[in-house]
């Protein structure tokens, strides 16, 4: 107290004498060396420990307060909303905007719609349209002739009309897109011969489907036979090994469908994608940057030109997008992985928790085989009581009912030796019976033999109802050997005359279940 007396304790507040009184607990300095050392620790008790048993080294918090201190400070700044987006738009550079190719539509083709006049215009025109037919015969029968003669003085207009598959163009049918696109390929082949291009064998809009599903390039080629150009397009440009061999590489991924701007489906496609010049090529493909079911034209190749320049397009244009495609097959493989694993998962979790519910129901159906069991066999233990009481009250009441021995003198009188069963410990039984005694009688004596040996009770028993009696032994004669049945319309004197003996034997469980 001398130590705390020489330094005032009542200038340290309450929290601070409790980490002074902790820390001398603890190290046992003295007060007033304590003090400064608390304090030089911002009076944490941990720091100031650590200090007195390690040594002291620099001052980390003196040094990082001095630090701060030394950090120099910006002023303040308040602007107000309007100045902040001023500034952000002079400073900041502008950004770029997203660049989207256009898109390729689908086109379903529209039937034809025949418009029918009503019967006095049909019958105005009726001259007016015998004349045209008149005059365009007449104009195909001038071709014809015209085709005869040689090429160097045949106009040019009659060569264009003599071309295989597209000659008569003007009046085609409108059939189904399926069709269509066979007509194509079958005119294309008649016109430029065998060639190694796969076109679709569908419309625009299938074509359009399997490039999206696959992600697949589409190419769209769509030809005029008017055009003067179209027949050296096709035959140097669409047509050269180099272009056939980058269309029909698998790695490229290309689709190409082919259309004849005189069918009804090619004509709609050419208005959707903007063909103003002849021939013109296409390539289009899913944009997953610009839409995740987007199909977009990547670009476009229109008026002739030589095979390297329409291969260079081609190829930049896929090399391009290609990333694209490839990053979305590998989502679609990792999301098909997926939904793969988890129908997996499904499964095993629908076998398991079958088998679950197989073991449930076994294990129930066992529970209730077991109760069921349980059950039949305390009522079988219950009904043998029962059936063995009723037995032992037959026993008492037809003890009562058996007569007793003849006398000695009495006439008709029939002596048996019974050689009763070991089980019954009784022996040899000798005994005289009336001659009107009954087989069954004679059972009834053997039944009730050691009731008949003991005293009789003074209570009447009453016979059971409903209880049919079974004798569980039989009685045979020795020899001859014969086995009698209780029956009530046989007299032992029948069988057995003035006497003889007779053999108790008793009858194994199995045959007595059998009877």
Same mark, same amino acid.
């Given at each position: 107290?001398?130590?705390?007396?020489?330094?005032?304790?009542?200038?340290?507040?309450?929290?601070?004498?409790?980490?002074?009184?902790?820390?001398?607990?603890?190290?046992?300095?003295?007060?007033?060396?304590?003090?400064?050392?608390?304090?030089?620790?911002?009076?944490?008790?941990?720091?100031?420990?650590?200090?007195?048993?390690?040594?002291?080294?620099?001052?980390?918090?003196?040094?990082?307060?001095?630090?701060?201190?030394?950090?120099?400070?910006?002023?303040?700044?308040?602007?107000?909303?309007?100045?902040?987006?001023?500034?952000?738009?002079?400073?900041?550079?502008?950004?770029?905007?997203?660049?989207?190719?256009?898109?390729?539509?689908?086109?379903?083709?529209?039937?034809?719609?025949?418009?029918?006049?009503?019967?006095?215009?049909?019958?105005?025109?009726?001259?007016?349209?015998?004349?045209?037919?008149?005059?365009?015969?007449?104009?195909?029968?001038?071709?014809?002739?015209?085709?005869?003669?040689?090429?160097?003085?045949?106009?040019?207009?009659?060569?264009?009309?003599?071309?295989?598959?597209?000659?008569?163009?003007?009046?085609?049918?409108?059939?189904?897109?399926?069709?269509?696109?066979?007509?194509?390929?079958?005119?294309?082949?008649?016109?430029?011969?065998?060639?190694?291009?796969?076109?679709?064998?569908?419309?625009?809009?299938?074509?359009?489907?399997?490039?999206?599903?696959?992600?697949?390039?589409?190419?769209?080629?769509?030809?005029?036979?008017?055009?003067?150009?179209?027949?050296?397009?096709?035959?140097?440009?669409?047509?050269?090994?180099?272009?056939?061999?980058?269309?029909?590489?698998?790695?490229?991924?290309?689709?190409?469908?082919?259309?004849?701007?005189?069918?009804?489906?090619?004509?709609?496609?050419?208005?959707?994608?903007?063909?103003?010049?002849?021939?013109?090529?296409?390539? =289009?493909?899913?944009? &997953?940057? $610009?839409?995740?079911?987007?199909?977009?034209?990547?670009? *476009? %190749? @229109?008026?002739? +030109? /030589?095979?390297?320049?329409?291969?260079?397009?081609?190829?930049?244009?896929?090399?391009?997008?290609?990333?694209?495609?490839?990053?979305?097959?590998?989502?679609?493989?990792?999301?098909?992985?997926?939904?793969?694993?988890?129908?997996?998962?499904?499964?095993?979790?629908?076998?398991?928790?079958?088998?679950?519910?197989?073991?449930?129901?076994?294990?129930?159906?066992?529970?209730?085989?077991?109760?069921?069991?349980?059950?039949?066999?305390?009522?079988?233990?219950?009904?043998?009581?029962?059936?063995?009481?009723?037995?032992?009250?037959?026993?008492?009441?037809? =003890?009562?009912?058996? &007569?007793? $021995?003849?006398?000695?003198?009495?006439?008709?009188?029939? *002596? %048996? @030796?019974?050689? +009763? /069963?070991?089980?019954?410990?009784?022996?040899?039984?000798?005994?005289?019976?009336?001659?009107?005694?009954?087989?069954?009688?004679?059972?009834?004596?053997?039944?009730?033999?050691?009731?008949?040996?003991?005293?009789?009770?003074?209570?009447?028993?009453?016979?059971?109802?409903?209880?049919?009696?079974?004798?569980?032994?039989?009685?045979?004669?020795?020899?001859?050997?014969?086995?009698?049945?209780?029956?009530?319309?046989?007299?032992?004197?029948?069988?057995?005359?003035?006497?003889?003996?007779?053999?108790?034997?008793?009858?194994?469980?199995?045959?007595?279940?059998?009877?």
């Amino acid at each position: 107290m001398a130590e705390a007396d020489e330094f005032d304790l009542s200038q340290l507040s309450a929290s601070q004498q409790e980490a002074l009184q902790q820390y001398t607990d603890v190290t046992g300095q003295e007060i007033k060396d304590a003090v400064p050392l608390l304090e030089r620790s911002q009076w944490n008790i941990q720091i100031a420990i650590a200090k007195f048993f390690d040594g002291e080294g620099p001052d980390l918090v003196a040094e990082a307060q001095a630090t701060q201190n030394d950090i120099p400070r910006t002023e303040a700044r308040h602007e107000s909303l309007q100045e902040s987006l001023y500034a952000t738009a002079v400073h900041s550079p502008r950004v770029p905007r997203l660049h989207t190719t256009d898109p390729a539509p689908r086109v379903v083709p529209q039937g034809a719609i025949v418009y029918r006049p009503p019967f006095l215009l049909a019958a105005i025109f009726a001259p007016f349209r015998l004349g045209y037919h008149l005059l365009t015969g007449l104009a195909r029968l001038v071709l014809y002739i015209s085709s005869f003669l040689p090429q160097s003085i045949r106009p040019r207009t009659v060569t264009t009309s003599m071309r295989k598959g597209w000659r008569g163009t003007n009046t085609r049918r409108v059939v189904l897109p399926k069709e269509t696109a066979e007509r194509f390929r079958r005119e294309f082949e008649e016109e430029y011969g065998v060639h190694g291009l796969t076109f679709f064998d569908g419309g625009h809009a299938q074509a359009l489907d399997a490039a999206k599903r696959d992600l697949k390039f589409l190419l769209i080629v769509l030809v005029s036979p008017e055009h003067d150009d179209t027949d050296s397009f096709v035959r140097d440009t669409l047509l050269s090994p180099d272009v056939v061999a980058f269309i029909n590489d698998p790695a490229n991924n290309i689709i190409i469908w082919g259309g004849n701007v005189l069918d009804s489906e090619a004509y709609q496609v050419a208005n959707e994608y903007h063909c103003t010049k002849y021939p013109f090529s296409c390539l =289009a493909c899913l944009t &997953p940057k $610009e839409g995740s079911t987007r199909m977009g034209i990547i670009k *476009r %190749l @229109a008026g002739p +030109m /030589p095979p390297g320049a329409y291969l260079d397009g081609l190829r930049t244009s896929i090399a391009k997008y290609s990333p694209d495609l490839n990053g979305v097959r590998a989502e679609r493989a990792a999301q098909a992985v997926a939904r793969n694993l988890r129908s997996e998962q499904d499964s095993a979790y629908e076998r398991s928790l079958a088998l679950d519910r197989e073991r449930a129901r076994q294990k129930r159906e066992a529970a209730a085989a077991a109760a069921a069991a349980e059950k039949r066999a305390l009522e079988e233990a219950e009904a043998a009581v029962r059936l063995e009481e009723a037995r032992q009250a037959w026993r008492k009441w037809r =003890a009562r009912t058996i &007569p007793a $021995e003849p006398d000695a003198g009495a006439k008709n009188s029939v *002596r %048996l @030796a019974l050689n +009763m /069963p070991a089980s019954s410990g009784a022996g040899r039984v000798i005994r005289k019976f009336a001659g009107e005694t009954t087989l069954e009688d004679l059972y009834a004596f053997v039944e009730c033999y050691d009731l008949l040996q003991e005293p009789s009770e003074t209570a009447e028993t009453a016979k059971p109802e409903e209880y049919d009696h079974k004798y569980r032994f039989r009685i045979a004669s020795v020899m001859p050997r014969e086995t009698f049945s209780p029956t009530n319309e046989t007299t032992v004197v029948e069988k057995m005359g003035r006497g003889g003996s007779l053999v108790v034997e008793d009858i194994p469980y199995d045959e007595e279940d059998n009877e």
